[in-house]
């Protein structure tokens, strides 16, 4: 749930150097396989969301792109097969009485990709993320964060906005993170 922010620092870097790198910062607090599949994931999805996919688009696309390269690297195929419900089915199509909300990395990947894909805005997408229940924190971050990327700022209530502690705070860290995302890009454009 604290992971968003990297895709910044890895979207224009090569697959393998972007799973190594998640791989990296999400072992700090979460070192199994398991979470980092989970955070590499997030971030492939968050990525092509963020590149302006579509989201039916992207979820299609990382079912083999996901799959190819964690087999590529020759990462546990049981490993893998947990990740089945998003890389072989199709799970919007599920039921909520399918779909966990508990702390368990598996689950928060699950129910925020469920609750992205059978929704319209981020609103909607938040809103059935908290009401699944359990872990509801974490799966609302989860998912707002890949919702605002897919909907952006204006989609977010403007209530839910005014309600946030420290707000111009935040707003200030991320117009700086934006000026130096833009400065990079520059350089990077320059070289």
């Known amino acids: 749930m604290r992971i968003i922010p990297l895709l910044f620092y890895i979207q224009n870097k090569s697959i393998n150097e972007r799973f190594e790198i998640t791989k990296q910062v999400s072992s700090i607090?979460?070192?199994h396989i398991r979470s980092v599949i989970a955070c590499f994931y997030?971030?492939?999805f968050a990525r092509q969301l963020f590149s302006g996919k579509d989201k039916f688009?992207?979820?299609?696309n990382l079912q083999t792109k996901v799959t190819n390269h964690l087999t590529h690297i020759s990462i546990d195929p049981t490993e893998i097969a947990i990740y089945d419900r998003l890389l072989k089915n199709d799970i919007q199509k599920l039921n909520s009485d399918e779909i966990h909300s508990s702390g368990y990395v598996l689950h928060t990947l699950e129910a925020s990709i469920w609750c992205l894909l059978t929704t319209n805005n981020y609103k909607e997408a938040v809103l059935k993320a908290v009401n699944l229940g359990g872990d509801t924190d974490t799966t609302g971050a989860v998912t707002g964060g890949l919702a605002g990327i897919l909907y952006e700022l204006n989609d977010i209530p403007t209530n839910w906005i005014n309600q946030i502690a420290?707000?111009?705070d935040i707003l200030d860290l991320a117009e700086r993170l934006e000026k130096?995302?833009?400065m990079t890009k520059n350089t990077l454009i320059n070289k």
Do not use: F
């Open 166 to 168: 420290r707000k111009d």
């Open 42 to 44: 997030y971030l492939e």
């Open 180 to 182: 130096k995302i833009i």
């Open 29 to 31: 607090t979460h070192r």
């Open 57 to 60: 688009e992207v979820y299609s």
